[in-house]
């Protein structure tokens, strides 16, 4: 079975530019989760859908941070403008069912400059 | 925030030793999962322990939990140098004691070191 898949792996930008991050999760899987990890630290949920529908986006910045799951399958994650704070790696994950096993992908890591 | 807090921080250990990691959660749950994270694989998933089970066994991996005390325990028998990575709980928490709407959360992780 194919895995969750994350575009791009790497992504250097500037301060102030924004940037997306795509990700097509297991064929099935009805949650969909976006992770922002720092260097050291846990992962931290940004946004969790159940199909295309948000369950809990309460530790996203809205300012700067939105997310959409087209059809309830692919989803992008996008920083507008982002903040030399943003710089980590941002996981997706899926799972068949709400809150069981969640599937990673490699994510991808964001260094703002 | 973190719902998970994991004890302790950083462990190391030698190759053949048992492992011990423990979890603290602040909110109710339903179940509770452990992962692993190294460079190679990325995070992957370990274990699943529901709310009404005390114990559970995966290979050389053992969870407990303890809901009454919110808490939750990894051991890792006869340890590895391919054990070294870093451990998270992970909970399924109620935002804003919203019991209908439970979130995948994650601790701050245990980084594991087997010395060979």
């Known amino acids: 079975e194919a895995g969750v898949a994350q575009s791009p792996r790497y992504k250097i930008i500037e301060k102030r530019q924004s940037v997306a991050f795509w990700c097509n999760p297991i064929s099935g899987h009805a949650t969909l989760y976006w992770y922002q990890q720092i260097l050291g630290q846990g992962p931290k949920l940004l946004i969790q859908?159940?199909?295309?529908?948000?369950?809990?986006d309460s530790q996203l910045p809205k300012d700067r941070f939105s997310a959409e799951r087209l059809k309830g399958v692919d989803s992008t994650l996008k920083i507008q403008p982002a903040k030399l704070e943003d710089s980590a790696v941002y996981l997706c994950?899926?799972?068949?069912?709400?809150?069981?096993?969640?599937?990673f992908g490699q994510g991808t890591r964001l260094t703002v400059v | 925030s973190q719902q998970g807090e994991e004890d302790p921080q950083a462990l190391s250990i030698q190759e053949g030793e048992n492992a011990t990691m423990n979890c603290s959660y602040k909110t109710s749950i339903n179940n509770l999962q452990w992962y692993r994270q190294n460079s190679g694989r990325g995070l992957v998933h370990l274990i699943l322990i529901r709310s009404n089970e005390r114990e559970k066994h995966s290979g050389r991996l053992r969870v407990t939990l303890d809901t009454s005390k919110k808490s939750s325990s990894l051991l890792i028998t006869a340890s590895r140098a391919a054990d070294t990575a870093s451990y998270f709980c992970?909970?399924?928490?109620?935002?804003?004691?919203?019991?209908?709407?439970?979130?995948?959360?994650f601790g701050s992780g245990t980084r594991l070191q087997v010395q060979p």
């Open positions: 994950a899926s799972s068949l069912v709400r809150l069981s096993e969640a599937f």
């Open positions: 992970a909970t399924d928490r109620s935002p804003l004691m919203d019991t209908g709407r439970r979130a995948l959360t």
């Open positions: 859908f159940q199909n295309n529908g948000v369950v809990d």
